[in-house]
């Protein structure tokens, strides 16, 4: 490593590069004249590749973000490191406008941090030009080919909008660049011009990635958590879901539980960081927006309630986990129906192969470490206990006897085998998973009644 990039280094609270690190990092600061790409897994010091040039080089660097909370999380990572750093953004009034551009006029700005939106005003623009730029950033790089179609086709303009900017140096950073992200960069990003792409392996081998079938999600999650160490993340997809399992969780569980979304005010989102950075036993509940760079080192469980669109999401946000480098678990919640095969296999390295990896050995799955049965074990029981009496109850006599209900027309059924073996669960909680065992197929009831006969229940 150069000696002489000990004091920023230091500044930076850093005392050493990885090797991918130093690579990325010689190669912008030794070129004069330089597009690249770089694919790092998340939690391998990305930020830092252009941190520490930006404090070399002689101009500012400008990094565009997709999202306010990773402009906000590195202005507070950049404060922290000494590194003066300004923020262009929607919503500032002139009066912190002007203070943007005082600052850039009269001091030796290291980074500015900026969004597609705002970059693309043409005052924005204009006024940039009279700034001199060292190396431009796209951060989270994959989000152009993701967005930029239809969501925010602004990303797709900027390639172009920067050319009067003159700025000798781009990099795009990214933790889930499969082939059809980094074409997309060549044709759109870079278009057409020779670039270099520095890919290191996508997997994580510090986490350990699991999967838990379900009856109820109500049951599981709160027995997940609680069983799990913590602080942890949970990713639900929706806005109203992420509201209603932070409050069923901290309910359940008494743990301090919270959810953040893109629908909270700046202020809401900047408070939940602050708490959630800080906490040592906390529960975020949140969508994807908390999904990319935000840095919180000691994650030690993500959990997905849903499967995202693409394999690349699911890793992006599983990544979360174990930024330090200890030992943490990436935990995926599916809904168990019989007509559903067993999947065989490593589940590493079936995340792994949408990046073209076939890595020889697996450094922890639930099926490398003999843990995967595809059946949560109330399912077992229940369909154990329900199989012995088989065209002997109806619907409603098998909930009864599941639910421990005896007396009146259920008289009788407490001396059945298997009597109160849901009888903890609460309404909703028995309601979730006993449809999850008709609609799954595990249990059948036929006849001309409304309660039907208990006919098949699938031997486990």
């Given at each position: 490593m150069n000696p002489t990039w000990n004091p920023a280094l230091s500044a930076l609270g850093v005392e050493y590069l990885f090797p991918y690190q130093e690579l990325v990092v010689s190669r912008i600061l030794e070129s004069?004249?330089?597009r690249q790409g770089v694919v790092l897994p998340t939690g391998a010091g990305k930020s830092l590749c252009f941190q520490l040039p930006a404090l070399l080089f002689p101009h500012p660097t400008l990094v565009i973000y997709p999202l306010r909370s990773l402009m906000s999380d590195q202005k507070r990572r950049c404060d922290e490191a000494g590194l003066l750093t300004v923020i262009l953004q929607g919503g500032q009034t002139k009066q912190q406008r002007d203070e943007v551009w005082h600052v850039l006029a009269s001091s030796k700005v290291h980074m500015v941090l900026t969004n597609p939106e705002t970059l693309l005003l043409p005052s924005v623009i204009e006024r940039l030009n009279k700034v001199r730029f060292s190396h431009v950033v796209y951060d989270e790089a994959h989000c152009m080919t993701l967005w930029g179609k239809d969501f925010r086709p602004k990303y797709r303009e900027l390639p172009r909008a920067l050319e009067s900017l003159k700025i000798p140096r781009t990099t795009a950073f990214t933790a889930t660049a499969s082939q059809a992200v980094t074409s997309d960069w060549e044709e759109h990003l870079f278009r057409g011009e020779p670039w270099t792409l520095i890919r290191a392996s996508a997997d994580r081998p510090n986490i350990e990635f699991s999967r838990e079938p379900y009856l109820s999600l109500r049951w599981s999650l709160t027995r997940a958590v609680l069983r799990e160490k913590r602080p942890a993340a949970v990713f639900c997809r929706s806005r109203d879901g992420v509201r209603q399992w932070a409050h069923h969780l901290h309910r359940e569980t008494g743990l301090d539980v919270r959810h953040y979304h893109a629908g909270l005010t700046r202020e809401e989102k900047t408070g939940i960081e602050s708490w959630f950075h800080g906490s040592r036993d906390g529960v975020l509940v949140c969508t994807n927006a908390f999904g990319m760079?935000?840095?919180?080192?000691d994650i030690r469980t993500v959990?997905?309630?849903?499967?995202?669109?693409?394999?690349?999401?699911y890793?992006?946000?599983?990544?979360?986990?174990?930024?330090?480098?200890?030992a943490s678990l990436a935990l995926l919640m599916?809904?168990?129906t019989a007509d559903a095969p067993l999947v065989a296999g490593c589940w590493?390295?079936?995340?792994l192969h949408v990046f073209g990896e076939t890595p020889e050995n697996c450094s922890g799955c639930d099926y490398?470490?003999?843990?995967?049965?595809?059946?949560?074990?109330?399912?077992?029981?229940?369909c154990g206990v329900l199989a012995k009496h088989v065209r002997r109850l109806d619907r409603l006599e098998c909930q009864a006897l599941l639910r421990g209900r005896s007396g009146g027309q259920w008289k009788g059924l407490e001396n059945l085998y298997g009597w109160g073996l849901w009888k903890n669960l609460d309404d909703l909680t028995f309601r979730d998973a006993w449809q999850s065992l008709e609609a799954g197929g595990w249990v059948v009831f036929r006849g001309h009644s409304a309660p039907g006969?208990?006919?098949v229940s699938r031997a486990i």
């Open positions: 004069e004249s330089l760079g935000v840095d919180k080192p959990i997905h309630l849903d499967w995202p669109a693409r394999t690349e999401d890793l992006q946000e599983a990544g979360r986990a174990g930024r330090d480098g200890k599916f809904r168990s590493r390295k079936k995340l490398c470490r003999g843990l995967w049965s595809g059946l949560p074990p109330e399912l077992t029981r229940a006969l208990l006919e």
